[in-house]
């Protein structure tokens, strides 16, 4: 009693449709309904910032099997951001989920392949990926769907990020060391051992040299007791006189 559910649904065509609410209950109920306009499909998971720079921009119906191409202008030496997400619900009682194939094709026909049946995130959110241009020039977007469902309405769109090169931040550059006045090249040798390794290298020298320290120990004992020996056996000249 008291409990609400909420199920967005992003539209891809404008028009009446109809509602249709199914109950199975053993008790008769009242059940409030309540339906409000958000957000345009995806622009509450673009950022503000991005919204001007939204170069390709659509909400499709897919049927299973459908392919649906764009042909868009690109830039070369420019990263594009890349948003897919599906804006319409799919039956959890039946495990139902939406595979997606993205591919991407150049002025040149060389195929990019971003997404090879690749099941979508939950509804209300969005996959998004990069791709960086090398070449200007017409390029074709292909997106396949496969689901689990009749229809289902899928939200994607394209934003002209930055120039690549204005992505390098200078203060991540390697500047190498400049070379020596005799064009000598001094190599430097980084050697990396396992922490076992030498761990185990310890132990091993610190028995050695507890070994030799025992040996030394024992060594100056008998040298010393062999002198004492000698002594008693000449005996004190003192005594003799």
Do not use: C
Request: net charge neutral; charged share 20%.
């Amino acid at each position: 009693m008291g409990s609400y559910y909420e199920s967005p649904f992003g539209t891809a065509l404008t028009g009446d449709y109809t509602i249709k609410f199914s109950v199975s209950t053993l008790e008769n109920l009242n059940l409030y309904i309540k339906i409000e306009k958000g957000p345009k499909s995806l622009h509450d998971k673009i950022p503000m910032e991005e919204h001007e720079n939204i170069i390709l921009y659509h909400v499709t119906r897919f049927s299973n099997g459908m392919n649906q191409p764009h042909n868009i202008t690109l830039k070369t030496d420019y990263m594009y951001k890349f948003y897919i997400g599906r804006v319409s619900p799919v039956s959890i009682v039946n495990s139902s989920h939406v595979d997606t194939i993205y591919i991407l094709k150049d002025p040149e026909g060389i195929k990019f392949t971003i997404f090879m049946n690749e099941t979508l995130t939950i509804i209300n959110d969005v996959d998004t990926f990069k791709f960086g241009t090398a070449i200007a020039g017409t390029y074709q977007v292909n997106l396949i769907v496969h689901g689990q469902v009749q229809y289902t309405n899928i939200g994607y769109a394209i934003i002209e990020f930055r120039r690549i090169s204005e992505l390098v931040t200078p203060n991540v550059t390697v500047i190498p060391d400049p070379e020596p006045v005799n064009n000598t090249h001094f190599q430097k040798n980084v050697f990396s051992m396992p922490a076992e390794w030498s761990t185990g290298i310890l132990v091993f020298f610190g028995s050695f040299l507890v070994v030799i320290g025992v040996i030394v120990v024992k060594n100056r004992k008998k040298n010393y007791e062999y002198h004492e020996r000698i002594n008693k056996f000449k005996g004190d000249p003192k005594d003799k006189e």
